[in-house]
């Protein structure tokens, strides 16, 4: 028998990973066959399951009222035993595959977020329903035994990178197998996310350390890799209110989320943590010796804030760079921040040429040295002050006045004419990119030299600023 219709990519993401859960429950039982996989599944979607598949198949032979318990059942077996025998149809092309065979009807009983059947103007040619093959509705059929419940719809998550995508489906089947063998799973898995930002970035997280053909880049012999994209369709088909969104983990961003992870994960959890927020538990304050947020009446573990609203994700995956650059610069006030991550972040997502990163760091150095506390207050105030353009650059030509007067001898200026248009102010680049990232570098050098400068500048001032 060949099943390659049953499992080959096809590009739709609901065919995908019915696809995939056919695979491996035909790996875990080979000596079943294509009926009995189907059996099993409605086995479980009837009997443990209780019908509860209204997000997935609207008024199906699962989940109308009228076909609850062994009647459902019956009537499902009968209706895909009919699809392999082939009853039924007519011959075209189906819509998924693009294989030509005997194509079926496909609306919201058996298919998900199409058009409804009994409203045929939903479908071309006024047809009953989307013209499918028997393997792209049979897959379809397994689709709930992969995916999870996040908040009051359900998660697909699909990769450009097939490995990524197996990885969640059987992470998914291997955890309904577990709580159906302890007789406690009523429906399908709920993650422990509402939110899809915050699960997106744990699906991320899971990826990064468990699917290693991911985060491993055989030509440059890196640990993470810039080419693997997550997209996660978060949908309900229920009643009259269906609605699917997409939310897009970009490659760019997969990749300096795997850096920090993999090469800077004490820096980076330090400053992520910090960022949760709870409107629900006011006046916390994050405890970086416990990784605990605590206020005056109780204190929680990373556990419970986790689900909690996460600016700098939010920022991340919006591409709010002003919002996520001012997170960092009020983190690096108070704490050590790599600053190998924020060039990772302005290289690889920003497109900032290396050389402005370099020249950075050198007027941070240039600024520190042989400076007094005050002094560096003064610096600090005074370039958190600029507030245009031509103020950051007249701020710069007055370092280049006090290179030169300490440093008479010395034939290369501080700031050449190439580094002023090419890397300092290039097309393209923001003025107030380069006074946060010379604050960054001050403040983390400073870290470095276990020295501290009290600064006046207040939180407030920064979120005013960003949101």
Same mark, same amino acid.
């Given at each position: 028998m060949n099943n390659k219709q049953y499992i080959c990519s096809t590009g739709d993401p609901f065919a995908d990973i019915g696809g995939f859960v056919f695979e491996d429950l035909q790996n875990k039982w080979p000596e079943k066959s294509i009926i009995g996989l189907v059996e099993y599944a409605t086995d479980i979607y009837v009997n443990k399951w209780d019908n509860n598949l209204h997000s997935f198949f609207l008024n199906s032979t699962i989940t109308h009222n009228s076909n609850k318990g062994q009647k459902g059942y019956n009537k499902t077996i009968e209706y895909y035993k009919n699809l392999i025998d082939g009853i039924g149809g007519e011959e075209g092309y189906c819509r998924i595959t693009g294989q030509k065979t005997k194509v079926f009807p496909a609306a919201r009983d058996n298919h998900i977020m199409s058009g409804s059947a009994t409203l045929i103007n939903f479908h071309h040619g006024f047809e009953s329903g989307l013209q499918l093959s028997k393997e792209a509705l049979i897959r379809i059929f397994f689709v709930p035994l992969g995916v999870e419940q996040l908040g009051d719809k359900v998660a697909v998550l699909i990769s450009n990178k097939p490995d990524v995508t197996r990885f969640f489906v059987e992470k998914n089947i291997e955890e309904n197998i577990r709580a159906l063998g302890s007789n406690i799973s009523k429906s399908i898995l709920r993650s422990d996310f509402s939110n *899809?930002? @915050? +699960?997106?970035f744990d699906y991320a997280r899971q990826c990064i350390e468990g699917v290693k053909t991911a985060t491993y880049d055989q030509e440059s012999e890196q640990s993470y890799t810039k080419d693997v994209t997550l997209n996660l369709f978060h949908f309900t088909n229920f009643g009259a209110s269906p609605t699917i969104s997409l939310i897009t983990f970009p490659a760019t961003i997969f990749a300096f989320y795997a850096y920090c992870l993999l090469y800077h994960k004490k820096d980076w959890n330090n400053f992520v943590f910090r960022q949760y927020s709870s409107s629900k538990f006011k006046n916390a304050v994050y405890d970086a010796s416990t990784k605990e947020w605590k206020n005056a009446k109780e204190q929680v573990s990373y556990e419970t804030y986790r689900v909690w609203r996460n600016r700098?994700? #939010?920022? &991340? &995956? @919006?591409?709010n760079s002003e919002g996520f650059r001012r997170l960092v610069l009020w983190h690096s006030k108070k704490e050590a921040f790599s600053f190998q991550i924020v060039e990772q972040y302005q290289i690889n997502i920003r497109n900032m040429d290396k050389r402005t990163l370099a020249k950075i760091l050198e007027l941070a150095d240039f600024i520190i040295a042989d400076s007094g506390d005050d002094e560096i =207050? =003064? +610096?600090i105030t005074r370039i958190n002050g600029q507030r245009s353009s031509n103020d950051l650059r007249r701020y710069l030509l007055t370092l280049v006045s006090g290179y030169n007067i300490k440093h008479p001898d010395k034939e290369k200026p501080l700031i050449t004419m190439d580094d002023y248009a090419n890397y300092l102010f *290039?097309?393209?680049?923001?003025?107030? #990119?380069?006074r946060d990232l010379l604050l960054i570098a001050i403040y983390q050098r400073l870290h470095e030299m276990n020295k501290s400068v009290d600064v006046e500048l207040e939180e407030e001032e920064i979120e005013n600023e960003i949101d």
């Open positions: *899809p930002v @915050n +699960a997106i700098s994700f #939010e920022y &991340l &995956l @919006n591409g =207050k =003064k +610096a *290039p097309d393209g680049t923001y003025w107030n #990119e380069i």
